[in-house]
């Protein structure tokens, strides 16, 4: 794909409302799946990679851009010093805070601090009911107890707490365990998420480790007309929207917020979200040498992102009715796969060579698709 | 402005499944979903039927009297309006 050149020319500029922090390149668990790929830590506290007075900067400079949200990740972001002063600070300026950990280090002290800074959601990595299963994933011992005790503390406070379960071969048998887990410990909702095809989690794609497009897609029907009735806790099943009912588009997650967030990673580099951390090219600067406004208002990539996405979207995305509102599902992993933001995303090009795809979601042909040619013959 | 004539935005997805549908602005990602009644309503919003048209087949449709049809009729239309999923003329 070829970048434009940088260019200030597009005066009206969305708002940036959420930084991603992804807080730390370090972690202490080794998961199978990740992602982002972290370096694993044996200790309870990473290196530092920026202080947090740059931290503080990033945010300064990203509330006059429209700054609502920060969501705080990693690596395992309780592993970095700076959260306590971080999750603080975002109170003091009255941003909502959302959390993305393992659990592993949250305690009744960390729990009772998150309540008094207000953070409205943590989301908890579980990956089965039990050890066998979770550490079997996660590849550190003793983390599943660990995780428990992490969310009984948090529940302990009142706090919003969601597991994220990735579903894969190995656990797909215990998810309705799972569930009742959750529910036991008074969580309050339970996202299932696929697989990223990036870093790890393309090496246990390759290992065969993972589900297909056809299981993931009978595994949500299952969750809807049996699974889900048998249960109270809230269920969201991170598939693309176009493979959801009617009802469920809009209300569950799905989409990407793409054009209103910024990565901000562990050593202060800017980038699309956490891809940045394997990705050079979706480097946009660093908070040392640019000014936010800047990058914000004038990188190449965003610019595709703003005035390409989605009218020049490829192959399936660019077919799909709810192009504008999926937004690519996750443009990261189109990029990892194909080094292009405007590729299909796999799972939806996978279930539409698989005949997966509902024909109804589609442009037909005395439709406008908005910048793309209309659907051509087979 | 009284009685006047709705029209549905061409641009707008319209996808019926079973006994709902979903309506999609794809120039600001707006969706709505809407029931039976909904589509019945949105069917009839094709440029040529006014609102009294409208609430006049709602009556004929459904068990529901003619203040309660438009009264009904004019806030859903409204906030389709406000998604600019249809445009009223004059």
Not at chain 1, 28 to 50: G, R
Not at chain 1, 245 to 265: F, M, Q, T, W, Y
Not at chain 1, 287 to 299: F, S, V
Request: charge should be neutral.
């Amino acid at each position: 794909m070829s970048l434009p050149q940088n260019n200030v020319s597009a005066p009206k500029t969305p708002e940036l409302n959420c930084l991603y922090f992804y807080l730390t390149s370090y972690c202490n668990l080794n998961c199978s799946h990740c992602w982002i790929a972290p370096t694993y830590l044996e200790k309870v506290v990473a290196p530092e990679e920026a202080e947090f007075a740059l931290l503080k900067e990033v945010i300064d400079q990203a509330l006059p851009l429209g700054l609502k949200s920060i969501k705080i990740t990693g690596g395992e972001p309780f592993l970095n010093e700076n959260i306590g002063p971080l999750i603080a600070y975002a109170f003091s300026k009255q941003l909502s805070a959302n959390i993305e950990t393992n659990a592993t280090l949250i305690d009744d002290a960390w729990a009772e601090f998150l309540k008094e800074n207000s953070v409205k959601h943590i989301a908890v990595s579980l990956d089965g009911p039990n050890s066998t299963i979770h550490e079997g994933i996660r590849n550190k011992p003793g983390c599943f107890d660990k995780a428990v005790e992490g969310i009984k503390s948090l529940k302990r406070c009142g706090l919003n707490v969601q597991i994220i379960m990735s579903l894969c071969g190995r656990n797909l048998g215990y998810l309705e365990e799972t569930l009742d887990l959750a529910e036991r410990y008074g969580v309050d909702s339970f996202k299932i998420n696929c697989i990223s095809g990036i870093a790890r989690g393309k090496a246990f794609q390759n290992q065969g480790a993972t589900l297909t497009v056809k299981d993931y897609l009978e595994i949500h029907e299952k969750i809807r007309s049996t699974i889900g009735p048998r249960h109270k806790i809230k269920i969201l099943f991170d598939i693309p929207p176009a493979f959801k009912p009617l009802r469920d588009v809009k209300n569950e997650a799905g989409s990407c917020c793409i054009k209103n967030i910024l990565g901000v990673l562990a050593d202060g580099s800017i980038s699309m979200c956490g891809i940045g951390n394997l990705l050079s090219s979706l480097k946009f600067g660093h908070i040392r040498e640019n000014k936010l406004r800047d990058l914000w208002q004038e990188n190449a990539v965003l610019k595709i992102i703003r005035d390409e996405m989605p009218s020049k979207f490829k192959g399936i995305c660019g077919r799909c009715i709810l192009k504008a509102f999926c937004m690519g599902k996750c443009r990261a992993e189109a990029y990892y796969a194909n080094n292009d933001l405007l590729s299909p995303f796999s799972f939806c090009e996978e279930a539409f060579k698989a005949g997966l795809f509902p024909q109804g979601r589609l442009f037909n042909n005395k439709e406008d698709s908005h910048g793309q040619p209309i659907i051509p013959a087979k | 402005m009284d009685n006047p004539l709705y029209r549905q935005n061409k641009a707008v997805i319209f996808r019926q499944e079973q006994d709902e549908a979903l309506l999609f602005n794809p120039d600001n990602a707006d969706i709505v979903v809407i029931n039976s009644t909904g589509c019945f309503i949105w069917n009839l919003c094709n440029g040529k039927n006014r609102k009294k048209d409208i609430v006049n087949s709602l009556v004929e449709e459904f068990d529901v009297s003619p203040s309660k049809a438009e009264e009904d009729l004019l806030k859903f239309l409204a906030e389709l309006e406000n998604k600019k999923l249809v445009e009223k003329k004059s």
